[in-house]
């Protein structure tokens, strides 16, 4: 096990006060979705955070570590709930501007540019720590990708909304 740090510090603030800022804007911030689609959303962002993290910081890449040490701790978990409200507001304006057709395209190099930012911050922090070859350029297209899954998601969760239903009140 490798230890990069043993105290409370920014990589620890940087976790609790994304959830904390994160998840308050989401509970003022207008409503766009049902309940529903907002825990769908929700942990879908957490989903794809746990996913490329678990599959690229463990074996048999290991390409890098989050917090502390290279074991697993409850601020990863944390860490890993943090995404979700970066999902949500992904989705929100998204829908809220009514992002369609080419605009996509800028809407998603847009955020995982800011997706860059903040992993850049997190490696400032001590959040990641990209000391087993990991380049942190390799996280555009994942970031890419999972927007794009996300936007997806959304369009599916709607569309089955729309016809769903329908189909549902014939049975």
């Known amino acids: 096990m490798k230890v990069y740090d043993t105290a409370f510090n920014a990589n620890e603030w940087f976790v609790i006060i994304s959830m904390i800022v994160m998840n308050l804007a989401i509970w003022f911030v207008p409503k766009l979705f049902s309940k529903l689609e907002s825990v769908g959303y929700y942990i879908f962002g957490i989903y794809i955070g ?8 463990i074996k048999p890449w290991d390409f890098y570590d989050v917090n502390d040490n290279s074991s697993y701790q409850f601020i990863d978990f944390m860490s890993y709930i943090m995404y979700g409200p970066y999902g949500y507001f ?3 304006f998204y829908a809220k501007w009514n992002i ?26 001590g959040l990641f720590h990209f000391d087993k070859g990991y380049k942190m350029h390799w996280s555009f297209p994942i970031y890419l990708l999972s927007q794009t899954m996300i936007i997806l998601f959304y369009h599916l969760s709607t569309i089955y909304e ?3 239903n329908e189909k549902r009140s014939e049975l």
């Open 90 to 92: 992904f989705l929100y």
């Open 50 to 57: 746990l996913f490329y993290d678990h599959t690229l910081s």
């Open 100 to 125: 369609n057709k080419l605009r996509i395209i800028p809407y998603i190099l847009i955020w995982s540019a800011i997706s860059m930012l903040l992993e850049w911050i997190g490696l400032k922090v």
């Open 162 to 164: 729309k016809t769903g």
